[in-house]
C-alpha cells in the first residue's frame, strides 16, 4: 500500500478525553440525553476530560444547539474547554482528503442515490457494502458522466473487506469495510471522514455512543489507520425504543427534558428515570458517577413509553 504522507496535524493533548457530538438538528430526546450522561460518566469515571462537539455540516434549525446545551447542562453534564463546531474545521477535513488522494486512495463515485441503494441491497458482497461501482472508471467514462451534469462524490479505495474492533460491551466485533464516502457530491465532508479526524485532533480516546453506529465502526477505524491515526476505544450503548421497537424520536409524545418538565417533572426526576433504565441508582449525574460501573449496564434497549413513563430495562 502507498504510504501517506506525512500529517501536518497538531499533537492532540496528553491526557484522553471523552466526548459527546450531538447535530442541532433538533431538541435532544431521552435517548439522546441518555447516551450522552453514558459518555460523560465513561469520561469522567476514567478521570478523562469530556470534550462538546457540535456536528453541524448538515441540518442545523436555529436555537437547537443552545436548546441542547442547556438540557445538558441542566442534568449536570459538564465539559472541559469550549464547545467545538465541524463548521470551523472544515480546513482540516479538506486536507485529510487530500492526504488519501495523494497516497492514490481515492476515487470519484457519480453514482446516483438511487443506483447506491440498489447497489448496497444487491445480492453480492456485504450486506449494504458499496460495491465499487465506479471504481475503475476510464477518464473518458469520468468525462462523460462530468459531461452529464452528474456531480462527483470522492470515496475511499480500501483495500480490505473487514476490520476488527474491540467494544467495551460487546466485545471483538468485525464488520465490512467498503469504498465509504469521504465528501459528498454537494462538497459537504462525510459523517465517517469528519468523525475520524475530529476524535483524533481532539484528543478523543474513549467513544461512547449508541449501538446503532456499531456495524459503521470499522470503516472508521480502518480509515483512522490509513491516516495514521490512534483507533479509540469504543463502548456502543443499547438504545432507547419506543414501544413498537422503533428508535426513540419526537413523535413518540414527552420525550425532551423540556417536554417532561411541562409534565410536571423535575430535572431531578427525569435524571433519575434515566438512571433507572440503566440500572443505577440516584438522581444526579455526580450521585451517578459514585460507583458507576459500565460492566453492570445493560445489553438490551429500553423501551420507554413517554405517555405513562414505564418502561423494561434489559440485565446485563
Not at 109 to 120: L, S, V
Amino acid at each position: 500500500m502507498t504510504a501517506m504522507p506525512t500529517d501536518p496535524a497538531p499533537s492532540p493533548p496528553a491526557a484522553g478525553a471523552g466526548r459527546y457530538a450531538p447535530s442541532p438538528s433538533g431538541d435532544l430526546h431521552l435517548g439522546n440525553l441518555r447516551t450522552a450522561l453514558l459518555a460523560w460518566l465513561f469520561a469522567r469515571g476514567t478521570g478523562r476530560r469530556f470534550v462538546l462537539r457540535i456536528d453541524d455540516l448538515d441540518r442545523v434549525r436555529p436555537g437547537a444547539e443552545e436548546r441542547q446545551l442547556g438540557d445538558l447542562a441542566a442534568l449536570g453534564i459538564d465539559w472541559d474547554g469550549p464547545v467545538l463546531h465541524q463548521s470551523d474545521r472544515l480546513g482540516r477535513y479538506d486536507a485529510a482528503v487530500g492526504r488519501l488522494t495523494e497516497a492514490g486512495l481515492t476515487y470519484e463515485c457519480f453514482c446516483t442515490r438511487r443506483e447506491i441503494h440498489q447497489a448496497a441491497t444487491a445480492p453480492h458482497g456485504p450486506q449494504g457494502a458499496y460495491p465499487g461501482t465506479c471504481r475503475e472508471l476510464t477518464p473518458a467514462e469520468r468525462d462523460a458522466r462530468r459531461a452529464a451534469g452528474r456531480p462527483a462524490a470522492l470515496r475511499l479505495r480500501a483495500a480490505r473487506p473487514d476490520f476488527e474492533i474491540t467494544d467495551r460491551l460487546h466485545g471483538r466485533y468485525r464488520g465490512p469495510v467498503d469504498d465509504l464516502v469521504l465528501r459528498r457530491g454537494d462538497g459537504i465532508p462525510a459523517y465517517n471522514l469528519t468523525v475520524v479526524v475530529d476524535d483524533a485532533e481532539h484528543g478523543i480516546d474513549q467513544v461512547v455512543r449508541g449501538d446503532d453506529l456499531l456495524p459503521s465502526t470499522p470503516r472508521q477505524a480502518y480509515l483512522a489507520t490509513l491516516l495514521g491515526l490512534p483507533v479509540p476505544e469504543y463502548a456502543h450503548v443499547p438504545l432507547v425504543l419506543n414501544t413498537a421497537g422503533q428508535r426513540l424520536a419526537k413523535r413518540d409524545g414527552a420525550v425532551t427534558l423540556a417536554d417532561r418538565r411541562h409534565h410536571g417533572d423535575s430535572v431531578r426526576d427525569v435524571v433519575a428515570l434515566l438512571a433507572t433504565s440503566l440500572g443505577l441508582s440516584g438522581d444526579s449525574a455526580e450521585e451517578l458517577l459514585t460507583g458507576f460501573d459500565p460492566g453492570r449496564l445493560p445489553r438490551t434497549p429500553w423501551i420507554l413509553d413517554p405517555d405513562s413513563l414505564v418502561c423494561t430495562a434489559g440485565g446485563p
